[in-house]
């Protein structure tokens, strides 16, 4: 599986952007992908989280009600829509897929997730 994530740049303090996730090779009709992001210095942490099937969804709590992730099976992507972007939201942000429907107390643990894509920079300005 091949994981190729884009849609970072730079932004200002309370703008938007969208980073996508495209999945190619084997992809899992019954997995869960998530987005992680690690800042300078810092460990990487999650972000979000979604179940191809039921489209369960799962946010960090300093996310919530800021960012929104969608699956499209379709298409094999995964997206996360990030509003009211923060300066402490600069990261690299980097896409994961594990081929199996990882029970809610394992989507927030970065090993579990067996494939992943390349970062995509953030940045916010103040």
């Known amino acids: 599986v091949q994981l190729q994530a884009s849609g970072g740049g730079l932004v200002q303090a309370g703008g938007s952007l969208r980073l996508s996730c495209a999945a190619s090779g084997r992809t899992f009709s019954a997995g869960t992908m998530g987005w992680f992001r690690q800042a300078p210095g810092k460990e990487r942490g999650f972000v979000a989280a979604?179940?191809?099937?039921?489209?369960?969804?799962y946010y960090a709590d300093f996310v919530k009600g800021r960012f929104t992730i969608s699956g499209d099976n379709a298409r094999n992507t995964v997206d996360l829509q990030m509003n009211s972007l923060k300066p402490e939201d600069t990261a690299e942000y980097h896409c994961?897929?594990?081929?199996?429907?990882?029970?809610?107390?394992?989507?927030?643990?970065?090993?579990?997730?067996?494939?992943w894509g390349q970062g995509t920079e953030v940045t916010v300005s103040s």
């Open positions: 994961a897929a594990s081929p199996m429907r990882l029970i809610t107390s394992a989507v927030w643990t970065a090993r579990n997730y067996g494939y």
């Open positions: 979604i179940r191809w099937s039921g489209r369960t969804t």
